[in-house]
């Protein structure tokens, strides 16, 4: 990973999508920053289509997409993303995922999981959820780590389930997506972009945007990942000096003035 500061003009030259992770990436101890949530506004306004891949709920993206300065959102880590056709909200729903009675074969894996990982429990945004079953590890005492996370993901695998850690999760579901191959179907499909390798640049925190670090040249983690190191292979080109929301704001200045540099 190479300090954010030798992100050059030649490499952001073709940037028009800013992909951004929400917890832990622009939000620090659950709260959205000002810095964060500024340097949102002043990358939409700057002209990059700002998209956030997350995998928080359903419920969550529906209030994203509509109050945030966003032009889509990836929910549930890559099942579906809201975006705007004009004034019109639409939805796509990626092609593998799996029937509504998944519900009662992630009911199984939750009890396996409680069982099996003292302390685990269902995350609290649980209702707001259509695709997946998200177990909490870290977002509300008790705090339980990543030897539990670890622990978890286990257990989930086992019943043949897709299992990823974030910051503060493990989420699991079945069917054969994540957030890169939803972010590649949907800007490819609905905004005809060939080669995302130059267009896209994307800021994440944790092992569950590994395929998104992987994917793209132009990816910066913020710098509270070092926590994550270990159980990434794939890490991000560049990293912040600062952590969380800050981090994220350190990134999207240092975009803007790179554009700012070339157009001048």
């Known amino acids: 990973m190479k300090p954010l500061s030798e992100l050059s003009a030649r490499e952001a030259r073709g940037v028009r999508y800013v992909l951004t992770d929400i917890d832990d990436t622009l939000t620090e101890e659950g709260k959205l920053?000002?810095?964060?949530?500024?340097?949102?506004?002043?990358?939409?306004?700057?002209?990059?289509?700002?998209?956030?891949?997350?995998?928080?709920?359903?419920g969550w993206c529906d209030l994203i997409i509509r109050q945030w300065p966003v032009e889509a959102v990836v929910g549930e880590n890559g099942a579906f993303v809201y975006y705007f056709e004009g004034s019109r909200l639409k939805t796509f729903t990626h092609p593998s995922v799996a029937d509504m009675d998944v519900r009662s074969r992630l009911a199984e894996v939750g009890e396996a999981v409680y069982r099996e990982v003292p302390g685990s429990r269902q995350a609290k945004d649980q209702f707001s959820r259509i695709y997946d079953l998200a177990i909490d590890f870290n977002e509300d005492p008790p705090f339980l780590g990543l030897e539990a996370a670890e622990k978890i993901k286990t257990v989930c695998e086992r019943f043949g389930a897709t299992a990823k850690i974030s910051s503060i999760h493990v989420n699991t579901w079945f069917g054969d997506y994540d957030k890169l191959s939803m972010?590649?179907?949907?800007?490819?499909r609905f905004r005809g972009e060939a080669d995302l390798e130059k267009s896209v640049c994307f800021f994440g925190d944790s092992p569950n945007d590994e395929p998104m670090f992987s994917?793209?040249?132009?990816?910066?983690?913020?710098?509270?990942?070092?926590?994550?190191?270990?159980?990434i292979k794939s890490t991000p080109g560049f990293i912040t000096d600062d952590s969380h929301g800050r981090g994220f704001a350190q990134g999207a200045e240092r975009l803007l003035a790179l554009k700012k540099n070339l157009q001048g």
């Open 183 to 188: 972010v590649r179907l949907f800007l490819s």
């Open 33 to 58: 920053s000002a810095e964060a949530y500024g340097a949102l506004w002043k990358l939409q306004e700057a002209g990059f289509s700002v998209i956030p891949v997350t995998g928080r709920p359903a």
């Open 215 to 231: 994917a793209f040249p132009l990816s910066v983690g913020v710098a509270n990942i070092k926590a994550f190191a270990h159980l």
